[in-house]
């Protein structure tokens, strides 16, 4: 997925968890603000963050106990 797809992704993210902190706190539901900003939050580092937005494909990740290139065996 290229950068600016995840850019997007987040500006969305970004946009829906600032609305709901927005609409919680004037409803005064105050578990809801948290919801939100934790929704926003994730927007917000998709944008700043694109590259390390989303997790890598399992085969690119080590597997427990697979020797590393700094293994010294």
């Given at each position: 997925?290229?950068?600016?797809?995840?850019?997007?992704?987040?500006?969305?993210?970004?946009?829906?968890?600032?609305?709901?902190?927005?609409?919680?706190?004037?409803?005064?539901?105050w578990f809801g603000v948290i919801f939100g900003a934790f929704i926003g939050l994730f927007g917000?580092?998709?944008?700043?963050?694109?590259?390390?937005?989303?997790?890598?494909?399992?085969?690119?990740?080590?597997?427990?106990?697979?020797?590393?290139?700094?293994?010294?065996?």
């Open positions: 997925m290229s950068n600016t797809v995840k850019r997007i992704i987040g500006a969305i993210l970004l946009a829906i968890g600032g609305g709901l902190v927005i609409a919680f706190v004037l409803s005064e539901a917000l580092l998709a944008l700043m963050y694109p590259e390390d937005a989303f997790p890598q494909k399992a085969k690119e990740l080590p597997q427990r106990g697979m020797p590393t290139s700094d293994d010294e065996s």
